[in-house]
């Protein structure tokens, strides 16, 4: 069983910058591909990024393609996201989750919610 937890979240002017955190326990998620997604007011959960086991393969939604990078430390068992160029439609619950089969996520963590300001 994987427990993930989010963190990196806050409040924040349009055209700032945060860097989530999803830190992993229970089990290593080094073999397993991890995504990043979002869920606004109203509006269906969403996947925005993500990464292969090794990290050398990324996907990224259209609407955070540049601005939007994520990363893995597998030593560290965690997962990034580092979101530059914040729009007020970035405003949303951030969630991480394990990738436990072909495009199937599981182990959701609690959410950390961003909030972009005009």
């Known amino acids: 069983q994987v427990q993930l937890v989010e963190s990196g979240g806050g409040l924040v002017q349009a055209g700032g910058s945060l860097r989530l955190s999803c830190a992993a326990s229970?089990?290593?998620?080094?073999?397993?591909?991890m995504g990043w997604f979002r869920q606004a007011p109203g509006k269906e959960r969403e996947q925005i990024a993500g990464?292969?086991?090794?990290?050398?393969?990324?996907y990224y939604e259209d609407s955070v393609k540049g601005r939007f990078t994520i990363s893995r430390d597998n030593a560290k068992n965690t997962v990034y996201l580092q979101m530059n160029s914040l729009k007020p439609e970035d405003t949303a619950v951030y969630y991480c989750?394990?990738?436990?089969?072909?495009?199937?996520?599981?182990?959701w963590g609690q959410g950390t919610q961003v909030t972009v300001s005009s």
């Open positions: 989750a394990v990738e436990v089969k072909s495009y199937k996520y599981d182990y």
């Open positions: 229970g089990r290593s998620i080094s073999s397993y591909g």
């Open positions: 990464i292969s086991w090794s990290g050398g393969n990324t």
